[in-house]
Each structure stands twice: as structure tokens, then as C-alpha cells.
């Protein structure tokens, strides 16, 4: 297996060679199956290599390969390498198998388009880099993945260009994300300053010189973890993804929603091992989690755009994901980020159903009663809306739940607090999109209606599997105090215990606390009174959503705190400002000015000295007596003296 | 011979062409294109036969010139010139080939001028005795001139006057200091003065305060070209009046000349002076890199924004050359490759669509991504290559220079990783102005996408950028050696200083 790693990236690629040069003249049936085919050859090497590791030891679930040396100056060296342990391997297999399935329903979804053929070289290309992302075995293989990432979800979310407000939804995101990586950067040049190296495997014996909390780790790991708030659009640099929503919705479930923005996870659990020696930078990322977890569900509260609450929503999931990083539950965090790729890629493609179905339409409050029209896309609707709103038995119970009781035992009470309205939150804003898209009457026009349909089967078909894998992906990491063994966190064991395993894992090796229960209840509990109360306001149609979306408090969470305005005004208008200023005063001004007065001068200089030239041949004369004299006197000079 | 030939063939064809009637157009530019054909031919053979394991000169011609003065005629590359020369008759014959329909007057003059400008480049960068140097320095003055004042925009003669007159307002101190050194050399063998650049490196040793004025001396020459903030304000200018092939030659090689000039000889004859300069070149390097990034920004010419992108990108060249380690240097030559080639390319782009519509005002476009696909995707691959994007050749000289530069000062390097998020800033939004939205101007709407010669020059230009993104391993071997010498002679008048 360990020469053929590079297969699970090379597949996507040819798609997308093969697709720029050779298929101009294919069907869109070929062109479609075909990059499917490729991205399907991935999630086939990648059940391969999960294989594969299951036949080794434990221990030894490490397979890498070297391709070539990409760069080697003097002591600096960055070889193009890939490696599958059992983290990167959960990673390939979500990222494949999403990936696949989000390649068949686009055939359905962009049927017709005119960038057909451009949409899928795009959409191999981000699954090439994805897959790169994970599999590199280095910081800047990584990096580059991440880099690769970004341009795609840039080129995807500008897709249909010839809108300027998508043209700069796309922008924006790679502007933001730049930020980030400004971050990732400084931090790839300090872990190599530090270490000497920038290979995972040769950082970690190199750690044992420094301290746990050594204030260069400590910045190595505020530093990444800029990055991963650009990429995984955590606050305050969340801005461009709720904007993404302008791409595709198919590529809003995989880039926006199902795996890139998940890399900034991936990225702080690959570096675990550093973060477990930071215990300050660990609280950084717990509280800036949590945090965004529940300041995104309060935009998501109120939002109108099927695809917007969706997006807060992700957000805010991503949030949790990263109080579990934050709280040392590496594992738990990878689990969230399986079963969220599952139930929210179901959710964005149901929505891409929805909004398919309703000719393109994305305000919820001219749907409704669309259950009995597109039955298919409301019941798998429904098994994610339960999943995300943690409903037991569903996938998303058992890892959300997982990250509050890590949270919890690990006595940070008040991020525990906040997890848990936030997850009441979720469950509110979840059903009342589910409520106004699917039941009551149908609030949209005539022509809406008529035209309403339930998706082909090209895309009910990906929903229908995906719906499975959001009921029960959960139950490959059942928890002991459910009776399950957690299969989930062994399997990924060998990899964070190669850090510290004592800051973390705590609970798959302790006995069942009897609290473990009550925390677990009062998530449930709190679930379900969000259910009820949006079921009072969206299905029984109470009068208090009116009388609440008069007051001032909405208004602010509708126009999302304003913090979009705040950056206009505070930073993008200044610069450019700033700029003007520099261009049309610094530098024609001034420099120029400059440049420009000394040429005057010698004009000036010039035109007396002209003046010279009388074309008297007396005067030349005088002035050439004049010279000799000068220049004998300085010979007797320097003959005396 | 070799080096010789690579030279002297562009001047040879250019003499040609003069003889050749008026009439005959296509005759006239096909002797251009096989005479930088054939150099560009001959020096990818010096480039197989390079040794890249040394730092020895290669392929090294000597034979006396004038013996009284001390000049040889002597020619070399190591693995500094030797990329410097593949790039400038690479870009010299793409340039040939671009001008064929788009250069309609006086196209004898023209070519005859285009060709000995690159004789006086490619002379620059093997000349090793310094009369040479200053020979083919202001040989290349010339033909520039020219081009810019006589094939170019409305305000060609400010422009070109002002070109000429900042370039030789370096040329002239530097000359100053040729003279200098070569006052100070003695010859081994006649017991004379030599202009010999490797007798005079290796007998340079002066003291600091010597060091200090030749440093400045040939610094603000070099510094010019660069060049370097705050003696930019001749490029825009130049850049907006040149016609494409110049503004592509002046971006991709001429501005290389300040550079190269830092590298060969400020560097290892001055070394003392040039760790006490550190501070101020990296300081001017990182005021240039954001400068140039912000007013780039709001330019709306896109000549004038290509320009001002090229003194943030030479800012980088400065800032990882003076950080003074294999890192840093390593990408700073790289990175005057991927300059060459990329911000080459983006003029060779912006030369399509001017030839078209004759403007390049931004607002005069928008949405023509529609009718030019092919355009559209070749300028966004150049476009991600000049904002760094990794997989691209940006990346891999970027990032060795922030990372040499994080070594030598952490600070300058958080400056210098600002810039690349400004460089994403000002192209995306320039991009998105010319590309994408609904095409606002009825004449863009006929616009024709690229012909297959335009393509072609695209492609060639990209397939390098690529390549040298994926695998800059043949590039980076052999320049090491070379940049180590330097690098060690800079290191020994560091231990020298108590």
C-alpha cells in the first residue's frame, strides 16, 4: 500500500487534466459520471488503505510515502509527502465518500449550465487539494492543500461570474482567508526555526526540550490557529462564508459546509502535539469556539435564506468541533466533524433540492407545505435536521454530546454552559426552517406552484444515502456510558497518544460517571424545548415571532451584528482611502515633484548658462585666457607649496 | 564561444535586417525570430552543460582587449547569471513573436533596436571585467530609449527622458566607482590595474568607511533599476508609454540588472558595508512591498497597476537577498525569475486586449470574461502565480524569502507575509473589474479571444510557471553553490568585525 498513497490524490487530478484538454466535445452525462468515477476511485484506494491499517498493530497504523524532494535549500527541506495514519485515514474516507456523492447529485444540479465542463475540473480540483490537505505529512504540503482549497472554493463560489455580487462573495472569502494564512505562515516559519524540521513525525522527539506552556509553542499555536479561524470561519474572520453561499449548493455542501472548512479542525488536531504542550493556546481555542458557537446561532435565529441559516449553522458547528480541540478532545472533535459532514452536506443538498424544485427561490417565507410536493427531500431533510438538533439515536447526539460532556468533566463550566444554550439554539432555528420550508400552507406565487417538483433521482439518491450515514454514523463512536465500546476514539488513539494522552481522552478509559448521564439528559431536554418552541411559533403559528421582530435587539441580530459594516467602514474604506492618498499626493506629488523640480532646476541652471554662449569670439577669448591662467597659477601651486 | 554567440547573434540578425528593403516586413521578423531563436537555443545548451555541484565560473571566453588599460574581453556564468540569461533570450524571442502583429511601424528600427537590446542585457549578465560591464550597461540604455520614446504611448519622450535620466544618474556613480576600484587592483600578472571583476572581488578588502561610500556608490545605481522605493516613480511611466514588448523586457530582465548588480557586486567585494546596510535595504524592501501593494491598488490604469506590483515584488527580491542566508537569497534569485516570467506574462496579457481596444483603463472593461474564455482562464493562472498561490511558482520564492527573512529578523518577515495578503487584494479586484460582471461596454462585446500566436506565448510562459511551482529543484540546485560563495564571503566579514 505505501507506493500507491499517491493513487488517492492522482485520480482526481487526471480528472481534472482530462477534463481541461479532452472532453470539450463530451456529453454532459459523460463528463459528469466520469469526474465522478475519478473522486469514486479515491473513496475505493482510501477503503483500501482503512483497510490496510486495520491489518497492522495498533501501534504501527502509520503508512507514508515520499514522492519527491520539493524544496531543499541549504538546512531547509520540504519533501512532497504523504501520510495515512489513522486520523488522516478517517479524514480521506469522509472526504471521499461526501465527495462522491455530492459529484453525482451535481450531474442533476448544474444540468443545463453552460459551465458544465468547468464546474467539474473546479470540483476534482478542490478534491485533489483536499485530499492533499490531509494526506501531506508536513506543515507545508499541508499548506499548500490549504492554499488549493481556497482557490477552488474561490472559483466555485464566483461561478456563475457574471453576477458581481457573486464575483465578490468570492473574493471576499479568498481575501479573508489570506488573512488566516498570513497566520499559518508565520507559524510554518517559526516551527521551523524552533524544531529544524517541519515533518510531523520529526517535531514530535523534538519536543522534549521544551516545557509544558513554552511561550514559543504557545505562539506556534496562536498562530496556526489564525489560520484555522480564516479557514474554518470562526469569529472574527467568519464573515466570507455566511457570503459563500452565493457558490453552487452543491458546493456549499462540500467545500462550505462538509470539508474545507473543516480543515482548520483537522489542522489544530494534526498538531495536537503541539497544542497539548499549550495549555494557554488550547483556552484560546475553547473560548473562541464556544463562542462563535453561539454567536452564530443567534444570526441563525432570525435569517430568511434557506442556504444562510445553513450556513450560521455550520459556523456554529464548527465552533463545537473546536471547544472540543479546545477542551484536548482531539478525537471527539474528528468524530463531530464525520457526523457533521455527513448531516450537514445532507442538508445544504436538500436545500439545493428545495430551491431546485422552487425554480431558484431561497426565501423560506415564500415556501411551505412543500412536505407532500418533494417527499424524498423532506424526509432525509428531517433525519439531519434531527441529527444536527441532537436528537439520541441520531449521529449528531452522540458527537455533540460527546463534546459537552468532555467539556463538562473537564470542569470548564461555564463553555459548557454556553454549548448547551447554543444547543438549544440549533435545535430552534433548525426546526423553524424545517417548519416554514416543509409544513403550513405554500406562501409563495402561482407560478412557484405550479412548477414545484421533487428532484430527479440523480440527486434524491445521494440524499437518500447520506440520510443513512446521518442516522447511523453516530454509533461508530457509542460512547461506554451507552453501552458501546467507542471504536471511534480507539481507532484514532495511536495517534493523539503520540502527544500527551494524558491531558486527554479521559473518558474512554475511566469507569461511567453516574453525572455523565445527567449531562446527557439535560442536552436532550434542552433539545427538545427548542423543538417545541418553534414548533409553537412556526407550525402552531403563535403571534410572539411578530411582536419579537419589532424590537431592536432583532433588528441588530438580523443585520448580523453589524460586524460586516464595522469592517467596511473601519478597515476596507481606510485602506483604500489611504491608498488614494499615497498614489495621487505621495507619490506624483511628492517623489515626482521631487524628480521633476531637479530637472527644472538644471533646465534653469542651463538656460543662464547659455547665456554664456554670446558667440562673441572676444568673449571666448577672455574666458579661455581666463582658463589658462587658472590652470597654470594651480600647476605653480602644487610646484612650490 | 558559446556566450559569445548567444550575444552577439541578436545584434548580428539585427544588422541583417537593416539591409533587408523596407518592403519585405515578414523577412525582417523572421530574422528576428531566428536570431533570438538561436540564442535562446544556444544558451539552453549552456544550461545542460552546466555543472550545477560548483560555484566555479563556467563556460568562461578571456582574451585581452585592451592591455594597457588592464580591459579583458572576458565572459562567464555561474549559477546567479546563468538563469538571468535563459530568462532574458526566453523572453527576448517571445517578444518577437508578440510584436508580429502588433508593431505595424518602422518594424526594421523596431526589431534592430529589440535586438540589441538584448545583446546589451545577456552582455551585462556574463560580462566579468568591468569596462565590459559598463559597456553593455549603457549599450542597453539606448535601444530603450529609443523604443519607449519612438514605438510608444502619448507621453513617450517624458517618459523616456525620464527613464534615461534616472539611469544615468546611477550610471554615473557607479562609474565613479569602477574607477575607483579599479585604481585600487593590481593586475597579478602585468603588475598593472585590471578591470577584471573576479581579480578585483577577490582583492577587495577595504575598510569600513571606503566600503560605506562604494557601497553607496554602486547601490543607488543598482537601487534605481530595482527599483527600489523611494527611486520607483521613472517605472510607471516607462511601463505605461513602452510598447508591449518593452514594458515585457524592462519588468521581466531590465529591472534584474539592479538586482544582479546587488548580488554580484555589492554583496561579496563590499560585505562589511553591505551587513551595516541590512537595516535600511530591508527597511526600504518592506516600505516598497506595501507601498507598492496599496497604490497598486487603487491605480486604474492597469499598466500603471502591473508596474507598481512589480516594486512590491522586487521589494521582496530585496528583503530575502539582504537576509543574508542560503534561504533567503535562494528565493530572491527565484523569485527574479518568477518576476521575469510572470509579471512578463502579464504585460504580454495586457498587450492582447490593448491591441484590441487600444486602452487600458480597467473601467473601460468588465465582464469580457464571457467573450474571451481562454484569455480569461490564461490570465487568472498568471494572475495566481504573481499573488503567490502555492503549486505556482510565486509560492516557492516567496516563501523561501519570508522564510530566510524569519530567520534573520521576525519582524521584518511579519511585515513582508502582510504584503502577500495586499497582493491578493489589489489583483482579485482588479480581476473581478476586467473579467467578471455583465459587460457594461457594447464594443467588448465582439471582443476576439485569444489567436493561437497569443496563446502560444501564454502557454510557454506558463508552462515555467508551473514548473517551476511543482519542482523548482533544478533551479534551486544549481543556483545554491554560487549563493553560497557569496554567501561565505559575507560571513567572513562578519567574523572579521570584533
Same mark, same amino acid.
Given at each position: 500500500?505505501?507506493?500507491?498513497?499517491?493513487?488517492?490524490?492522482?485520480?482526481?487530478?487526471?480528472?481534472?487534466?482530462?477534463?481541461?484538454?479532452?472532453?470539450?466535445?463530451?456529453?454532459?452525462?459523460?463528463?459528469?459520471?466520469?469526474?465522478?468515477?475519478?473522486?469514486?476511485?479515491?473513496?475505493?484506494?482510501?477503503?483500501?488503505?482503512?483497510?490496510?491499517?486495520?491489518?497492522?498493530?495498533?501501534?504501527?497504523?502509520?503508512?507514508?510515502?515520499?514522492?519527491?524532494?520539493?524544496?531543499?535549500?541549504?538546512?531547509?527541506?520540504?519533501?512532497?509527502?504523504?501520510?495515512?495514519?489513522?486520523?488522516?485515514?478517517?479524514?480521506?474516507?469522509?472526504?471521499?465518500?461526501?465527495?462522491?456523492?455530492?459529484?453525482?447529485?451535481?450531474?442533476?444540479?448544474?444540468?443545463?449550465?453552460?459551465?458544465?465542463?468547468?464546474? +467539474?475540473?473546479?470540483?476534482?480540483?478542490?478534491?485533489?487539494?483536499?485530499?492533499?490537505?490531509?494526506?501531506?505529512? @508536513?506543515?507545508?504540503?499541508?499548506?499548500?492543500?490549504?492554499?488549493?482549497?481556497?482557490?477552488?472554493?474561490?472559483?466555485?463560489?464566483?461561478?456563475?461570474?457574471?453576477?458581481?455580487?457573486?464575483?465578490?462573495?468570492?473574493?471576499?472569502?479568498?481575501?479573508? @482567508?489570506?488573512?488566516?494564512?498570513?497566520?499559518?505562515?508565520?507559524?510554518?516559519?517559526?516551527?521551523?526555526?524552533?524544531?529544524?524540521?517541519?515533518?510531523?513525525?520529526?517535531?514530535?522527539?523534538?519536543?522534549?526540550?521544551?516545557?509544558?506552556?513554552?511561550?514559543?509553542?504557545?505562539?506556534?499555536?496562536?498562530?496556526?490557529?489564525?489560520?484555522?479561524?480564516?479557514?474554518?470561519?470562526?469569529?472574527?474572520?467568519?464573515?466570507?462564508?455566511?457570503?459563500?453561499?452565493?457558490?453552487?449548493?452543491?458546493?456549499?455542501?462540500?467545500?462550505?459546509?462538509?470539508?474545507? =472548512?473543516?480543515?482548520?479542525?483537522?489542522? =489544530?488536531?494534526?498538531?495536537?502535539?503541539?497544542?497539548?504542550?499549550?495549555?494557554?493556546?488550547?483556552?484560546?481555542?475553547?473560548?473562541?469556539?464556544?463562542?462563535?458557537?453561539?454567536?452564530?446561532?443567534?444570526?441563525?435565529?432570525?435569517? @430568511?435564506?434557506?442556504?444562510?441559516?445553513?450556513?450560521?449553522?455550520?459556523?456554529?458547528?464548527?465552533?463545537?468541533?473546536?471547544?472540543?480541540?479546545?477542551?484536548?478532545?482531539?478525537?471527539?472533535?474528528?468524530?463531530?466533524?464525520?457526523?457533521?459532514?455527513?448531516?450537514?452536506?445532507?442538508?445544504?443538498?436538500?436545500?439545493?433540492?428545495?430551491?431546485?424544485?422552487?425554480?431558484?427561490?431561497?426565501?423560506?417565507?415564500?415556501?411551505?407545505?412543500?412536505?407532500?410536493?418533494?417527499?424524498?427531500?423532506?424526509?432525509?431533510?428531517?433525519?439531519?435536521?434531527?441529527?444536527?438538533?441532537?436528537?439520541?439515536?441520531?449521529?449528531?447526539?452522540?458527537?455533540?454530546?460527546?463534546?459537552?460532556?468532555?467539556?463538562?468533566?473537564?470542569?470548564?463550566?461555564?463553555?459548557?454552559?454556553?454549548?448547551?444554550?447554543?444547543?438549544?439554539?440549533?435545535?430552534?432555528?433548525?426546526?423553524?426552517?424545517?417548519?416554514?420550508?416543509?409544513?403550513?400552507?405554500?406562501?409563495?406565487?402561482?407560478?412557484?406552484?405550479?412548477?414545484?417538483?421533487?428532484?430527479?433521482?440523480?440527486?434524491?439518491?445521494?440524499?437518500?444515502?447520506?440520510? =443513512?450515514?446521518?442516522?447511523?454514523?453516530?454509533?461508530?463512536?457509542?460512547?461506554?456510558?451507552?453501552?458501546?465500546?467507542?471504536?471511534?476514539?480507539?481507532?484514532?488513539?495511536?495517534? +493523539?497518544?503520540?502527544?500527551?494522552?494524558?491531558?486527554?481522552?479521559?473518558?474512554?478509559?475511566?469507569?461511567?460517571?453516574?453525572?455523565?448521564?445527567?449531562?446527557?439528559?439535560?442536552?436532550?431536554?434542552?433539545?427538545?424545548?427548542?423543538?417545541?418552541?418553534?414548533?409553537?411559533?412556526?407550525?402552531?403559528?403563535?403571534?410572539?415571532?411578530?411582536?419579537?421582530?419589532?424590537?431592536?435587539?432583532?433588528?441588530?441580530?438580523?443585520?448580523?451584528?453589524?460586524?460586516?459594516?464595522?469592517?467596511?467602514?473601519?478597515?476596507?474604506?481606510?485602506?483604500?482611502?489611504?491608498?488614494?492618498?499615497?498614489?495621487?499626493?505621495?507619490?506624483?506629488?511628492?517623489?515626482?515633484?521631487?524628480?521633476?523640480?531637479?530637472?527644472?532646476?538644471?533646465?534653469?541652471?542651463?538656460?543662464?548658462?547659455?547665456?554664456?554662449?554670446?558667440?562673441?569670439?572676444?568673449?571666448?577669448?577672455?574666458?579661455?585666457?581666463?582658463?589658462?591662467?587658472?590652470?597654470?597659477?594651480?600647476? +605653480?601651486?602644487?610646484?612650490?607649496? | 564561444?558559446?556566450?559569445? #554567440?548567444?550575444? #552577439?547573434?541578436?545584434?548580428?540578425?539585427? *544588422?541583417?535586417?537593416?539591409?533587408?528593403?523596407?518592403?519585405?516586413?515578414?523577412?525582417?521578423?523572421?530574422?528576428?525570430?531566428?536570431?533570438?531563436?538561436?540564442?535562446?537555443?544556444?544558451?539552453?545548451?549552456?544550461?545542460?552543460?552546466?555543472?550545477?555541484?560548483?560555484?566555479?565560473?563556467?563556460?568562461?571566453?578571456?582574451?585581452?582587449?585592451?592591455?594597457?588599460?588592464?580591459?579583458?574581453?572576458?565572459?562567464?556564468?555561474?549559477?546567479?547569471?546563468?538563469?538571468?540569461?535563459?530568462?532574458?533570450?526566453?523572453?527576448?524571442?517571445?517578444?518577437?513573436? %508578440?510584436?508580429?502583429?502588433?508593431?505595424?511601424?518602422?518594424?526594421?528600427?523596431?526589431?534592430?533596436?529589440?535586438?540589441?537590446?538584448?545583446?546589451?542585457?545577456? $552582455?551585462?549578465?556574463?560580462?566579468?571585467?568591468?569596462?565590459?560591464?559598463?559597456?553593455?550597461?549603457?549599450?542597453?540604455?539606448?535601444?530603450?530609449? #529609443?523604443?519607449? $520614446?519612438?514605438?510608444?504611448?502619448?507621453?513617450?519622450?517624458?517618459?523616456?527622458?525620464?527613464?534615461?535620466?534616472?539611469?544615468?544618474?546611477?550610471?554615473?556613480?557607479?562609474?565613479?566607482?569602477?574607477?575607483?576600484?579599479?585604481?585600487?587592483?593590481?593586475?597579478?600578472?602585468?603588475?598593472?590595474?585590471?578591470?577584471?571583476? *573576479?581579480?578585483?572581488?577577490?582583492?577587495?578588502?577595504?575598510?569600513?568607511?571606503?566600503?560605506?561610500?562604494?557601497?553607496?556608490?554602486?547601490?543607488?545605481?543598482?537601487?534605481?533599476?530595482?527599483?527600489?522605493?523611494?527611486?520607483?516613480?521613472?517605472?510607471?511611466?516607462?511601463?505605461? !508609454?513602452?510598447?508591449?514588448?518593452?514594458?515585457?523586457?524592462?519588468?521581466?530582465?531590465?529591472?534584474?540588472?539592479?538586482?544582479?548588480?546587488?548580488?554580484?557586486?555589492?554583496?561579496?567585494?563590499?560585505?562589511?558595508?553591505?551587513?551595516?546596510?541590512?537595516?535600511?535595504?530591508?527597511?526600504?524592501?518592506?516600505?516598497?512591498?506595501?507601498?507598492?501593494?496599496?497604490?497598486?491598488?487603487?491605480?486604474?490604469?492597469?499598466?500603471? *497597476?502591473?508596474?507598481? %506590483?512589480?516594486?512590491?515584488?522586487?521589494?521582496?527580491?530585496?528583503?530575502?537577498?539582504?537576509?543574508?542566508?542560503?534561504?533567503?537569497?535562494?528565493?530572491?534569485?527565484?523569485?527574479?525569475?518568477?518576476?521575469?516570467?510572470?509579471? $512578463?506574462?502579464?504585460?504580454?496579457?495586457?498587450?492582447?486586449?490593448?491591441?484590441?481596444?487600444?486602452?487600458?483603463?480597467?473601467?473601460?472593461?468588465?465582464?469580457?470574461?464571457?467573450?474571451?474564455?481562454?484569455?480569461? %482562464?490564461?490570465?487568472?493562472?498568471?494572475?495566481?502565480?504573481?499573488?503567490?498561490?502555492?503549486?505556482?511558482?510565486?509560492?516557492?520564492?516567496?516563501?523561501?524569502?519570508?522564510?530566510?527573512?524569519?530567520?534573520?529578523?521576525?519582524?521584518?518577515?511579519?511585515?513582508?507575509?502582510?504584503?502577500?495578503?495586499?497582493?491578493?487584494?489589489?489583483?482579485?479586484?482588479?480581476?473581478?473589474?476586467?473579467?467578471?460582471?455583465?459587460?457594461?461596454?457594447?464594443?467588448?462585446?465582439?471582443?476576439?479571444?485569444?489567436?493561437?500566436?497569443?496563446?502560444?506565448?501564454?502557454?510557454?510562459?506558463?508552462?515555467?510557471?508551473?514548473?517551476?511551482?511543482?519542482?523548482? !529543484?533544478?533551479?534551486?540546485?544549481?543556483?545554491?553553490?554560487?549563493?553560497?560563495?557569496?554567501?561565505?564571503?559575507?560571513?567572513?566579514?562578519?567574523?572579521?568585525?570584533?
Amino acid at each position: 500500500m505505501s507506493h500507491l498513497i499517491f493513487l488517492i490524490i492522482l485520480f482526481p487530478l487526471i480528472g481534472v487534466i482530462t477534463n481541461t484538454f479532452f472532453t470539450r466535445r463530451w456529453s454532459e452525462a459523460a463528463i459528469g459520471i466520469f469526474s465522478s468515477a475519478m473522486v469514486g476511485a479515491s473513496f475505493v484506494l482510501s477503503v483500501a488503505a482503512f483497510i490496510s491499517l486495520l491489518g497492522m498493530e495498533a501501534s504501527a497504523r502509520h503508512i507514508e510515502q515520499v514522492l519527491f524532494d520539493w524544496i531543499r535549500v541549504g538546512s531547509f527541506h520540504a519533501p512532497a509527502a504523504l501520510l495515512v495514519d489513522t486520523l488522516s485515514c478517517v479524514m480521506i474516507l469522509t472526504v471521499s465518500a461526501v465527495s462522491f456523492l455530492i459529484h453525482i447529485y451535481s450531474i442533476g444540479y448544474m444540468h443545463g449550465d453552460t459551465g458544465f465542463r468547468r464546474y +467539474f475540473i473546479f470540483l476534482n480540483l478542490f478534491v485533489f487539494f483536499m485530499l492533499l490537505l490531509v494526506l501531506g505529512s @508536513n506543515f507545508l504540503v499541508m499548506f499548500i492543500g490549504w492554499e488549493g482549497v481556497g482557490l477552488c472554493s474561490y472559483l466555485l463560489i464566483g461561478f456563475w461570474y457574471t453576477d458581481e455580487v457573486k464575483a465578490t462573495a468570492g473574493k471576499k472569502a479568498f481575501i479573508v @482567508n489570506r488573512i488566516g494564512d498570513f497566520g499559518f505562515m508565520l507559524a510554518i516559519f517559526l516551527i521551523w526555526t524552533t524544531f529544524g524540521t517541519i515533518q510531523f513525525d520529526e517535531i514530535i522527539p523534538r519536543m522534549a526540550s521544551f516545557p509544558i506552556g513554552s511561550s514559543v509553542i504557545t505562539a506556534i499555536c496562536l498562530l496556526l490557529f489564525v489560520g484555522a479561524i480564516g479557514k474554518s470561519a470562526q469569529f472574527p474572520l467568519y464573515v466570507w462564508l455566511p457570503d459563500a453561499m452565493a457558490g453552487p449548493t452543491p458546493v456549499s455542501a462540500l467545500i462550505h459546509a462538509a470539508t474545507m =472548512v473543516t480543515a482548520g479542525v483537522y489542522m =489544530v488536531a494534526r498538531s495536537h502535539f503541539l497544542y497539548s504542550m499549550a495549555p494557554a493556546a488550547l483556552e484560546v481555542v475553547a473560548i473562541v469556539g464556544a463562542g462563535t458557537a453561539i454567536f452564530a446561532a443567534t444570526i441563525g435565529l432570525v435569517q @430568511n435564506d434557506i442556504k444562510k441559516v445553513l450556513a450560521y449553522s455550520t459556523v456554529s458547528q464548527l465552533g463545537y468541533m473546536f471547544l472540543a480541540c479546545g477542551v484536548g478532545a482531539y478525537g471527539v472533535a474528528i468524530f463531530h466533524l464525520m457526523t457533521h459532514a455527513f448531516f450537514k452536506a445532507l442538508l445544504f443538498l436538500g436545500s439545493g433540492s428545495v430551491i431546485h424544485g422552487m425554480s431558484g427561490e431561497q426565501d423560506i417565507r415564500q415556501m411551505g407545505g412543500l412536505k407532500t410536493k418533494m417527499p424524498k427531500t423532506y424526509w432525509t431533510f428531517l433525519v439531519a435536521t434531527l441529527a444536527i438538533a441532537g436528537i439520541p439515536g441520531f449521529s449528531g447526539f452522540f458527537s455533540k454530546d460527546e463534546i459537552l460532556w468532555k467539556t463538562f468533566e473537564g470542569h470548564h463550566y461555564v463553555l459548557w454552559v454556553v454549548g448547551v444554550v447554543a444547543a438549544f439554539f440549533t435545535a430552534f432555528y433548525m426546526f423553524r426552517l424545517l417548519y416554514l420550508t416543509f409544513h403550513g400552507k405554500f406562501r409563495g406565487s402561482k407560478s412557484q406552484e405550479q412548477h414545484v417538483h421533487e428532484s430527479p433521482s440523480s440527486m434524491t439518491v445521494p440524499l437518500i444515502i447520506l440520510a =443513512v450515514l446521518a442516522a447511523i454514523g453516530g454509533y461508530v463512536g457509542l460512547p461506554a456510558a451507552l453501552g458501546g465500546s467507542n471504536h471511534f476514539e480507539h481507532f484514532l488513539h495511536p495517534v +493523539f497518544a503520540g502527544g500527551h494522552a494524558h491531558l486527554l481522552l479521559g473518558g474512554a478509559h475511566h469507569g461511567v460517571e453516574p453525572v455523565e448521564y445527567i449531562v446527557m439528559l439535560i442536552s436532550v431536554i434542552v433539545a427538545l424545548l427548542g423543538i417545541w418552541l418553534a414548533r409553537s411559533g412556526y407550525f402552531r403559528m403563535a403571534s410572539w415571532p411578530g411582536k419579537l421582530s419589532k424590537g431592536m435587539i432583532y433588528t441588530t441580530v438580523l443585520n448580523k451584528y453589524y460586524v460586516d459594516q464595522i469592517y467596511d467602514v473601519g478597515i476596507s474604506r481606510p485602506t483604500v482611502k489611504f491608498s488614494e492618498i499615497m498614489a495621487e499626493w505621495f507619490d506624483l506629488g511628492v517623489i515626482d515633484g521631487l524628480v521633476n523640480g531637479v530637472a527644472a532646476f538644471f533646465n534653469w541652471v542651463a538656460g543662464w548658462l547659455r547665456r554664456l554662449q554670446t558667440g562673441f569670439v572676444q568673449n571666448y577669448a577672455i574666458l579661455m585666457g581666463a582658463g589658462i591662467i587658472l590652470v597654470l597659477a594651480s600647476l +605653480f601651486y602644487k610646484m612650490f607649496f | 564561444m558559446l556566450l559569445t #554567440f548567444s550575444i #552577439f547573434i541578436p545584434t548580428l540578425a539585427g *544588422l541583417i535586417i537593416l539591409f533587408v528593403p523596407r518592403k519585405m516586413e515578414i523577412l525582417q521578423r523572421s530574422i528576428a525570430l531566428i536570431g533570438t531563436a538561436v540564442a535562446f537555443a544556444l544558451t539552453v545548451v549552456v544550461f545542460i552543460g552546466f555543472d550545477g555541484s560548483t560555484s566555479n565560473y563556467q563556460f568562461e571566453e578571456n582574451w585581452t582587449w585592451i592591455s594597457s588599460l588592464g580591459v579583458n574581453y572576458h565572459l562567464a556564468v555561474d549559477g546567479i547569471s546563468l538563469f538571468l540569461v535563459l530568462l532574458t533570450t526566453f523572453l527576448s524571442m517571445l517578444c518577437i513573436i %508578440s510584436s508580429w502583429g502588433s508593431v505595424k511601424e518602422r518594424i526594421k528600427e523596431y526589431h534592430f533596436f529589440l535586438l540589441l537590446l538584448e545583446t546589451g542585457i545577456v $552582455g551585462v549578465f556574463c560580462a566579468m571585467d568591468f569596462f565590459l560591464f559598463y559597456v553593455f550597461w549603457e549599450l542597453m540604455l539606448i535601444p530603450m530609449y #529609443f523604443l519607449i $520614446g519612438v514605438w510608444g504611448g502619448p507621453r513617450r519622450i517624458y517618459a523616456a527622458v525620464k527613464f534615461f535620466l534616472y539611469t544615468m544618474t546611477g550610471s554615473v556613480l557607479m562609474l565613479v566607482g569602477i574607477l575607483y576600484l579599479y585604481f585600487q587592483s593590481i593586475d597579478p600578472i602585468t603588475g598593472g590595474h585590471t578591470f577584471d571583476i *573576479l581579480t578585483i572581488t577577490n582583492q577587495c578588502n577595504f575598510p569600513m568607511g571606503t566600503q560605506i561610500w562604494l557601497f553607496l556608490a554602486f547601490g543607488i545605481a543598482f537601487a534605481i533599476k530595482v527599483p527600489m522605493f523611494p527611486f520607483h516613480t521613472w517605472l510607471p511611466d516607462a511601463h505605461v !508609454e513602452a510598447p508591449t514588448a518593452g514594458s515585457v523586457i524592462l519588468a521581466g530582465v531590465l529591472l534584474k540588472m539592479g538586482t544582479y548588480g546587488f548580488l554580484r557586486f555589492c554583496l561579496p567585494m563590499f560585505p562589511g558595508a553591505s551587513l551595516k546596510f541590512v537595516p535600511v535595504i530591508s527597511v526600504l524592501a518592506l516600505i516598497g512591498i506595501l507601498y507598492g501593494a496599496l497604490v497598486s491598488m487603487v491605480q486604474k490604469d492597469i499598466k500603471r *497597476l502591473v508596474a507598481y %506590483s512589480s516594486v512590491a515584488h522586487l521589494g521582496f527580491v530585496m528583503l530575502g537577498m539582504f537576509a543574508m542566508n542560503l534561504q533567503g537569497m535562494a528565493g530572491s534569485l527565484l523569485q527574479q525569475i518568477n518576476h521575469g516570467l510572470s509579471t $512578463g506574462a502579464l504585460f504580454f496579457l495586457v498587450g492582447v486586449i490593448y491591441d484590441r481596444r487600444h486602452t487600458r483603463l480597467i473601467e473601460d472593461y468588465g465582464g469580457i470574461a464571457k467573450v474571451m474564455p481562454l484569455y480569461a %482562464s490564461l490570465f487568472m493562472i498568471v494572475m495566481l502565480s504573481s499573488i503567490g498561490v502555492p503549486g505556482l511558482n510565486g509560492f516557492v520564492g516567496e516563501f523561501l524569502i519570508l522564510l530566510g527573512t524569519f530567520k534573520a529578523n521576525m519582524a521584518y518577515a511579519v511585515f513582508g507575509a502582510a504584503g502577500v495578503i495586499f497582493a491578493a487584494v489589489y489583483l482579485l479586484w482588479a480581476y473581478q473589474r476586467i473579467f467578471f460582471g455583465k459587460i457594461v461596454h457594447s464594443v467588448n462585446e465582439k471582443l476576439r479571444d485569444c489567436s493561437p500566436r497569443e496563446a502560444f506565448i501564454l502557454i510557454a510562459l506558463i508552462i515555467f510557471i508551473v514548473l517551476i511551482g511543482v519542482y523548482p !529543484e533544478p533551479f534551486l540546485s544549481r543556483m545554491e553553490p554560487a549563493l553560497q560563495a557569496v554567501l561565505n564571503r559575507v560571513q567572513d566579514a562578519n567574523a572579521m568585525v570584533p
